[in-house]
């Protein structure tokens, strides 16, 4: 699909350009996130999930100066220590580990418009999911492929996913949280959803690794009850 890509006026204090990702020569006005208008208008905490896993960093869970700029536009760690420095950002005056953290979660805008967008075809799979609408499920399949009803899977343990999970979040805890094969890449080929519980285990593993791990506590064990 060919799409529209018409800057898109913001309000953002960094100099970043926005765009229309509705298809090339749409009706009406532009769109950053067409596809998701159906899922704002009738299940905004899913909507509002996907733009900020999609689009930020992972917040820090206290505020102060150490702690670094909470949920900040990953493309804005793309910029420089200096570039950064005019705008408030003061890396040099972090903890290493936090400049590590915030680099890594680092993606460019077009990177992260393509996961909220992968997010979205992955949600409209998921068990329990709504009904797309037509013109919305024409668009995400044209991108990425078919819609299969009850096709999306924990990127972990690939058991099943269902959209009521949603939902069921209990002080701010997902039952289900945006996932990546390799926690150090941010783009649509590397993205999914899994169990808390799931990624959480992961941890900083990628997947592959996470999978050796596991398989070689399970030798040892064996080794050790036989």
Known sequence: MELCLKVIPNRSKYAQIKRCYCEKGHDGRCEEFPYLKHLAHHFKQVANKIKRDATKTTGAAWKSENAGPNRIDRWVMLLSDE???QYGIKMMALKQTVVAKLREKAASYEDCMAVAAKLTWIVYQMLDAPEAPENIKKHLEACFGKFQAGATKCIVCKM???FRSFSQAKRGRAKIETAHMNPRIHN???????????????????????????????????????
């Open 188 to 226: 649509a080929n590397n993205v999914g959803f899994a169990h808390r519980e799931c990624n959480i285990a992961q941890g900083d593993k990628t997947l592959d690794e996470f999978y050796t791990w596991i398989a070689q506590i399970l030798e040892r064990v064996q080794s050790s009850t036989s």
């Open 160 to 162: 099943p996913l269902s």
């Open 83 to 85: 570039e950064l420095e």
